[in-house]
């Protein structure tokens, strides 16, 4: 359900949030994955990210991490290339991320998915009375994705505990979100597909200025040198969306690049 449609959203003054970046685990996969058509021969690392934003009245996530059981995605990026590999440290599974950063998954009262994939959808089933906003596009094409449309295997996208969580019991708390939509007050998005279908930009109103992450840009090389992703679906979209996120934001953020903690020590954003 859309905003308009959504009887839980009402009109209430924009809320200002502080951002904070936590690692929950990453690849060491094929540099072409972030450069597209470059760095043949390289191989790097990307991190997944759980994402605190919080304000004085709620907090939100961006994202939930991997799945505690994770195998069956490791042998997937394995079929990339021998060398490649997942990893995640103990401290970096989702409860452990939330009981450092002091947050009751029960109290969380909107988790974001962007995409619609295994490191963002593996532990929905955390957040008893949160609402998932995720892109209307892209959820379409989860459930019912169009002849020949690139996609990625279901057990990939979102493991089989996660799927009946959506269809059973999250069933009425999914707000399914238009191309330029609002998620709560002082958190927008807007579809930048790219990556994939389900792919958003999320902009955050913090006291450092308007927040902006996303996943159709891997790493800061992506929006400050303009080299599209490899791993897109759409180089049409991914120029229109760095593009756009260049004009907009005050501090970007792409969702897979370590150099996140070393332009922000701590993963503290604002």
């Known amino acids: 359900m859309g905003n308009k449609e959504n009887p839980a959203f009402t009109e209430e003054p924009d809320e200002i949030y502080s951002v904070e970046v936590y690692r929950a685990g990453g690849e060491y996969g094929p540099a072409v994955s972030v450069y597209h058509n470059g760095r043949l021969t390289e191989f790097l690392e990307l991190y997944y990210f759980v994402v605190a934003l919080r304000s004085p009245r709620r907090t939100v996530l961006i994202n939930t991490g991997m799945p505690e059981d994770f195998s069956a995605f490791d042998n997937f990026v394995k079929e990339w290339h021998p060398e490649c590999r997942l990893f995640r440290a103990p401290e970096e599974t989702t409860p452990q991320i939330l009981a450092r950063a002091g947050i009751d998954?029960?109290?969380?009262?909107?988790?974001?998915?962007?995409?619609?994939?295994?490191?963002?959808?593996?532990?929905?089933?955390?957040?008893?009375?949160?609402?998932?906003?995720?892109?209307?596009?892209?959820?379409?094409?989860?459930?019912?994705?169009?002849?020949?449309?690139?996609?990625?295997?279901?057990n990939i996208a979102a493991p089989a505990e996660s799927r009946r969580y959506f269809a059973d019991e999250a069933f009425d708390r999914m707000q399914l979100l238009d191309k330029e939509d609002v998620i709560c007050p002082g958190v927008t998005c807007f579809y930048t597909g790219g990556h994939h279908l389900s792919s958003m930009a999320v902009s955050v109103?913090?006291?450092?200025?308007?927040?902006?992450?996303?996943?159709c840009f891997f790493t800061y090389d992506n929006l400050e040198k303009n080299i599209p992703i490899g791993w897109a679906e759409n180089l049409h979209e991914i120029n229109v969306a760095y593009d756009?996120?260049?004009?907009?934001?005050?501090?970007?953020?792409?969702?897979?690049?370590?150099q996140v903690f070393q332009r922000y020590p701590g993963g503290k954003i604002a």
Do not use: C, M
């Not at 756009?244 to 370590?258: F, N």
């Open 105 to 154: 998954p029960a109290g969380v009262k909107t988790v974001i998915l962007t995409p619609l994939t295994i490191y963002t959808t593996g532990n929905v089933s955390l957040f008893s009375n949160a609402r998932f906003a995720v892109s209307r596009v892209g959820w379409v094409d989860f459930w019912a994705p169009e002849p020949h449309a690139p996609r990625l295997p279901k």
């Open 205 to 215: 109103q913090t006291e450092r200025g308007k927040v902006i992450l996303g996943d």
């Open 244 to 258: 756009r996120v260049r004009r907009s934001a005050d501090i970007a953020v792409p969702l897979y690049d370590p």
